[in-house]
């Protein structure tokens, strides 16, 4: 093969790794459009169903309610659900993965002094999507979804806080139910009303009045 006919060989063989290159992108263009769409279908199935759930029990609400408020058809909501529970499911979880990165991040002794570093978390998470959280704390099935999740922070602190803090683990759990059914009742209360004060300064007084408690209920390692 002399050198001009090389020369033609890697210009044809770039061009072809062009095309394939191309082809592939385009693919990868293509399923980030349809993941970013399918995110979206999603997301409005789940403020749909959290929306109607403010107004009624979940037991009431139909499929159709649910595809008319997000403004899709049966067939739309069948491709990414089985039934409303499962809505349910993946919102739980949602809370719960969310829960846990703040948890998991957090300097746990740290924080039962100043739990304000962990309030500011869960502030920015809730500003993240407002509307959502305003509706799931308004929805007529909040209080059975916020003890889940309630058991489900009490069990991953104790699990967290068990090499630091050196409290009695049964009282310790009954100060943790003290403290998430205050934060939470008092959110929900905040958000129940006109909000003259910002959810930062709430959680700055809310922090001040856990912290000084706990400085005298613990006893740590």
């Known amino acids: 093969m002399d050198n001009s006919d090389h020369k033609r060989c890697l210009r044809h063989k770039n061009q072809s790794l062009c095309l394939f290159g191309g082809k592939i992108m385009d693919g ?57 529970y499962d809505i349910l499911d993946e919102i739980e979880n949602d809370l719960i993965e969310k829960l846990f990165h703040i948890l998991n991040n957090a300097d746990i002794l740290k924080s039962m002094y100043n739990p304000y570093p962990l309030l500011k978390e869960l502030t920015s998470e809730i500003n993240k999507d407002f509307e959502f959280y305003k509706l799931l704390v308004q929805s007529k099935n909040y209080n059975s979804l916020l003890n889940k999740i309630q058991e489900t922070f009490k069990t991953r602190f104790l699990e967290l806080s068990k090499e630091t803090i050196k409290t009695d683990r049964e009282i310790l759990s009954f100060i943790i139910d003290f403290i998430s059914s205050g934060i939470t009742s008092v959110y929900k209360e905040w958000f129940s009303s006109e909000r003259n004060i910002s959810l930062e300064q709430l959680s700055k007084s809310l922090s001040l009045l856990i912290g000084s408690g706990l400085n005298s209920a613990l006893e740590t390692k």
Do not use: G, Q
């Not at 759930?53 to 491709?79: G, H, L, P, Q």
């Open 28 to 84: 990868i263009m293509k399923t980030e459009i349809l993941d970013k769409r399918c995110r979206k279908t999603r997301k409005a199935i789940k403020n749909s169903l959290i929306k109607l759930m403010s107004e009624k029990d979940v037991s009431d609400i139909t499929i159709t309610e649910i595809a008319e408020v997000a403004d899709i058809n049966r067939k739309t909501f069948y491709a990414h659900y089985r039934d409303l």
